[in-house]
């Protein structure tokens, strides 16, 4: 019988050239183009392909072959040369998210044959510096450099364009670098004309060598004998790419659709899994999570292992020829090694018994070319945003479901139901129990359910996922895009309604990574048509509780157009104590436009960098009767540019309000009798000299300070299984133990639970760090020391590398620090933001940081911050500082800054230089009490606006140096207002 079935598997794998390279350990590497289709081709066609880190639409008309770029997947490259040719046709477009995720790259270098960018297509690249373009009149998007603050924009000289989405254009110390390119049309990648930036000292400059590099076809490389140019000469056969068109059976048309044929299968023998797991050890770009894997002899479905029913069939997809039938009977491993592994495939496990009772094998790549709409809809929020058609078969090849509802006229209602992914539905699913929802909608399909009660205990390994996906190197951000699930899920125009306003309170638990528990994503196939049945996906919420304990857990998070309700909701995400669940933002807005709607919406979230909403780009999230109460972060954070709208709400957190992610002048978000609190409770976490002494006692027993998320997001992970995870000696276990024990002060074994112990710090880092004496939560108001960005102050109201504009109307704010700390508004690392107070009553210090040279998320520049405030009808007791300016030493405080030294001041960590760029106005109806001395750049008083003293002093303004009136008026230059105590 062993030798039937290795005889089946062979002959599966012989007919699709599907065999993984075990002496590789990776997936094979796609054909160039995609396997050929049948008939002739239209006048004009667009065709999806694959070269290397790169794919990309193939646009033909005629004779005219250009390509658009919509995925670079690449993981190691901190210099990014985008090809000026892919598939033999001329790059002139690179679209939405192409770029999306990628914190490794440092410069992208675009070739002047790009003649269009899309939003999001440079999205959230964390640590570029350098976003170049070599053609003066590309046209960019507005949106296109979302959540990349730091990254500067590069256009030759002479070009019209002075600025782009938000980015002033840049043009100084730029070459333009080529290499002369023969015969294009035979290049499968090749790249052309650039734009260096050639800076002295300059990194990231690229030369023709460079360029060449990045070549792939048959060429040969020459020299212009005139100039010494560069010239590359492609040959042989010009470059063809036909549409890949799936064929299904006809016995199979009512079992099996393309978009199902999404899963990889795989066999190994034990000899296979132990020689695999030690390839994925060696491999440089799986080696850093190499603990996550532990393959063994056994059967694998996307990863997970599974069994075959002992009479599985197995059939050819797109002939039907049975390649293994029931009457053989399969034996649970092969003696022979046939080194198997498939994508794609579906399967069926027809009597529901935990094992698969049908193979169907697919000899076709997955395919994606979504499309981009503009939503048409009633709600105001959502009409006129752009979204995805649809998502990413990939990432829809790690998702499953309780109950799941495909297709417009699936429509599918509950009373009442209670689902646990890890016990109900179907048994394989439950066996896995990993990436699961309980309700999924999904094209249209609908289903609603007025009481629910639904347990999600998915474990998503996203290491796993980006191997068993074919990338070339392990990528947490592109496979946290495919990887996100939820317990309440709709995709491409499926709605989700859970609850019910009138009837019984429903409950959801949820742990794991990704595992959310609501996310809408994609508008649809027939978005923007008139025929849809929904404009987008949503999900509506009512009377529900959310429990949420694992990694980057939302309660709601909308992508790609997206749209969630949530009403009389009470959340919580993460666990009190535990810094460990990052990223999990009560509500959220990720990967893409989405809308969340709030009403009586209550949520406490737990983790580090973990908002009460974060919402980005051309997101928006409205609040009406809400609270949201952050311990670790913010209560609110709006990211390039996203746009939030709250009404009668409370917000409490370290910073109450933050902003990050670019200064968007243009976006505006409106808070009306909302009350904003700043509030700093860090009672049960692990801080200072013991969260140190933690992480080196870590660092000695595994060899480096980090903890996988993936570890950390278990709330059942004990400390044992985490060294065996990591492969830790029992010798250096017990060292560990020791260790932990005595900075612990109690006894710690292999059964202590990971979240919560003392080693909960480690993930991000951010309890211990270079602030020597003190560390984030002791006087020193807030430093985020470790992680990618920089230190924060804690205050109602920071702006890190940000800026957008704030009304505030009838709201209140404060600030529950001493009141050394009492920072109002902090502007820090090159922020221009711009605060409209109006019928408020504000106290506290309002703070520029000025000129620095520092580094947030990742990069060290200089930096010039600016702030504007206005006053209307309101008062404002406190003080404008700038830089040192306005700040003052405190008693008792020592810490060591940024530049080493010891500091006793009450802020500016940076030493940064005042720069005089505060701007504040008053109207006729605003009063400012002044309480300390205080430093502007400009300064408008209105007739009937108060400026008044301290009982018992006075007040004296300089201008310039120049002694001037406290009157009606604009002032500009160095604004000196001092408080002087009267004799």
């Known amino acids: 019988m062993k030798k039937n079935i290795c005889l089946f598997l062979g002959l599966v794998f012989s007919l699709f050239s599907m065999g993984l390279s075990l002496a590789a350990g990776m997936p094979p590497e796609p054909p160039q183009g995609l396997p050929p289709g049948s008939g002739m081709p239209a006048t004009t066609t667009a065709v999806s392909a694959t070269e290397g880190d790169w794919t990309f639409k193939i646009v033909t008309a005629g004779d005219s072959v250009t390509s658009t770029i919509t995925a670079y997947t690449g ?52 640590t570029a510096t350098i976003i170049s373009f070599a053609n003066p009149q590309v046209e960019i998007n507005g949106g296109a450099f979302m959540s990349s603050g730091n ?31 023969k015969n294009e049309k035979k290049a499968a990648v090749a790249g052309g004309a650039y734009l260096n930036i050639g800076a002295a000292g300059k990194e990231n400059q690229i030369a023709a060598a460079d360029i060449i590099a990045i070549a792939s076809g048959t060429f040969a490389q020459e020299t212009n004998q005139e100039n010494g140019a560069a010239v590359l000469a492609f040959s042989g056969d010009d470059y063809k790419v036909t549409e890949q068109k799936v064929v299904i059976a006809d016995q199979f048309q009512n079992i099996v659709s393309s978009d199902s044929l999404n899963k990889t299968f795989r066999v190994l023998t034990k000899e296979d899994a132990a020689h695999l797991n030690q390839v994925i050890a060696s491999n440089s770009a799986y080696s850093e999570v190499k603990n996550l894997f532990n393959f063994t002899e056994g059967y694998y479905l996307n990863g997970n292992k599974v069994t075959l029913d002992k009479d599985i069939a197995a059939y050819d997809i797109s002939t039907g020829e049975e390649l293994y039938g029931p009457n053989h009977t399969a034996n649970p491993l092969p003696n022979a090694n046939p080194n198997l592994h498939y994508q794609y495939v579906a399967y069926q496990d027809k009597d529901n018994d935990g094992d698969i009772d049908v193979l169907y094998y697919s000899p076709y790549r997955l395919a994606y070319t979504y499309g981009t709409v503009n939503i048409a809809s009633d709600n105001a929020n959502l009409n006129g945003l752009s979204a995805r058609t649809s998502l990413n078969p990939n990432y829809l090849a790690f998702a499953n479901a309780i109950v799941k509802a495909k297709g417009s006229s699936d429509d599918q209602v509950y009373q009442q139901l209670e689902a646990n992914t890890a016990k109900s539905g179907d048994k394989i699913g439950a066996g896995i129990n990993q990436e699961r929802s309980v309700l999924w909608a999904d094209d249209y399909g609908t289903i609603k ?58 409950s959801i638990y949820a742990n794991g990574d990704g595992a959310n528990g609501v996310l809408a994503g994609g508008a649809g196939s027939k978005a923007g048509t008139g025929d849809a049945k929904s404009d987008t996906a949503k999900v509506y919420v009512y009377n529900t509780d959310f429990n949420l304990e694992g990694w980057n857990n939302h309660v709601a998070d909308v992508v790609y157009g997206g749209y969630a309700y949530m009403e009389n909701v009470k959340a919580a995400t993460g666990k009190p104590g535990s810094y460990a669940v990052g990223q999990g933002s009560a509500l959220a807005n990720d990967f893409g436009n989405g809308v969340v709607d709030a009403k009586n919406f209550h949520a406490t979230v737990y983790g580090n960098r973990s908002a009460g909403i974060y919402v980005i780009g051309g997101g928006v999230v409205t609040a009406k009767d809400s609270s949201f109460i952050s311990k670790m972060d913010a209560g609110l954070v709006v990211a390039s540019g996203g746009t939030l709208r709250m009404d009668d709400s409370q917000t409490t957190g370290q910073i109450a309000f933050r902003n990050r992610g670019g200064v968007t002048p243009e976006s505006t978000s409106v808070f009306n009798n909302v009350s904003f609190i700043a509030d700093k409770d860090v009672t049960g976490y692990v801080t200072g000299e013991r969260a140190a002494q933690a992480v080196e006692a870590w660092k000695s027993a595994s060899g480096g300070t980090a903890l996988s998320n993936y570890m950390m997001s278990d709330p059942a992970m004990t400390i044992g299984q985490l060294c065996q995870n990591y492969g830790i000696s029992q010798d250096k276990v017990k060292t560990l133990l020791a260790a932990l024990s005595k900075t612990a002060g109690k006894a710690y074994t292999e059964k202590t639970l990971l979240r919560n112990s003392i080693l909960d710090n480690t993930f991000y880092n951010y309890s211990a760090g270079q602030y020597s004496g003190d560390t984030d939560f002791t006087p020193i108001p807030y430093l985020t020391v470790g992680s990618s960005f920089g230190g924060l ?98 008693a008792g405080l020592a810490y060591t800054d940024a530049a080493g030294d010891k500091s006793s001041f009450n802020g500016n960590y940076y030493k940064a230089k005042a720069n005089w760029k505060i701007s504040a106005s008053f109207d006729q109806a605003s009063v400012w009490n002044v309480t300390n001395d205080s430093y502007l750049g400009t300064l408008t008083l209105e007739n009937g606006a108060k400026v008044q003293a301290p009982k018992g002093s006075s007040l004296r303004m300089t201008v310039d140096g120049r002694e001037t009136n406290i009157e009606p008026g604009t002032y500009k230059g160095q604004i000196i207002i001092q408080v002087i105590k009267n004799s």
């Not at 500067?152 to 333009?176: F, I, M, N, R």
């Not at 995709?491 to 309170?505: K, M, P, Y």
């Not at 920071?798 to 704030?806: S, T, Y």
């Open 75 to 126: 993981k190691n490259k901190h210099t990014v040369i985008v090809p000026s040719v892919l598939g033999g046709g001329k790059v002139t477009a690179i679209a939405a998210q192409a770029f999306g995720h990628h914190n490794e790259i440092a410069a992208v270098y675009v070739p002047d044959t790009v003649e269009k960018v899309e939003e999001w297509a440079f999205y959230d690249l964390n």
């Open 151 to 181: 990254a500067v924009l590069y256009l030759p000289a002479g070009t019209a364009q002075k600025s782009a989405d938000g980015k002033d254009v840049v043009t100084d110390s730029t070459e333009v670098v080529s290499v002369v390119l």
């Open 449 to 506: 359910v007025d009481h629910l009660q639904a347990s999600s205990t998915s474990a998503g390994n996203w290491a796993k996922m980006s191997y068993e996906s074919g990338l070339s190197a392990y990528n947490t951000e592109l496979v946290m895009e495919w990887g996100m699930n939820a317990v309440l899920y709709a995709t491409d125009g499926g709605i989700v309604t859970a609850g019910s306003l009138n009837g019984e309170r429903s």
């Open 793 to 890: 102050t804690s205050s109602v109201f920071e702006f890190e590398a940000a800026g957008v504009k704030l009304e505030l109307n009838n709201s209140t704010f404060k600030n529950n620090n001493i009141a050394d700390y009492n920072y109002l508004v902090a502007s820090e690392a090159g922020s221009a933001p711009v605060l409209q107070f109006t019928q408020a009553d504000v106290a506290g210090i309002i703070w520029n940081e000025g000129d620095v040279t520092r580094a947030v998320e990742g990069r060290s520049a200089d930096r010039s911050s600016s702030l504007t405030v206005h006053f209307t009808n309101s008062a404002f007791t406190g003080s404008f500082a700038d830089g040192y300016n306005g700040l003052w030493e405190v």
